[in-house]
């Protein structure tokens, strides 16, 4: 609801009429929906990135939309711009398609073949650990209030960055380094 009022006082100062609660609708729909058209952009893309520049850096890579996601999310309604929430939802969908399959790639290489299995359901796990800090969050004890719905918006920023200043002391996959980069000695 703070949303579409957002939408709503956003669209009343640009063009000094209320928009239609159609119009609302719309605007709305197609911030939740356009998460999925970048998921499927940053899934389709993966594989490449993963080959191309190695499971780790192509994770690190991920992690470049997620921060414009809640840069451009964040910092929406001090611009008063509800055009910045549709790209930073595009931008996030984008940086989950990339690292959820990339994490796949990245962990079912690295893991030890007694404990692959167990490591191959890390990324299912986050994902529903992730739903819940995000409904958590998301309570209006926390931040789900109108004045903080914008820090919500840009809370993905968090793990983003843990990410970036961690995974760079992490070891390239065995398998990209035997298999893609042809260094035989890097891999054992």
Known sequence: KYIKSFIRETWLKRYGSSPSEDTITLMWSFIVSIYSIGGLLGSSSAGYLAVRFGRKKAMLFANVPALLSAALMGLSRLCGSFEMIIAGRLSSGVCGGLALNIHLMYAGECAPRKVRGLVAITASTAVAVGKFVGFA?????????????????????????VQLLTLPFFPDSPRYLLIDKKDKEGCI
């Open 137 to 161: 969050l998301g309570l209006r004890e926390v931040l789900g209030v109108e004045a903080l719905w914008p820090v919500l918006m840009a809370a993905n920023a968090l793990p983003a960055l």
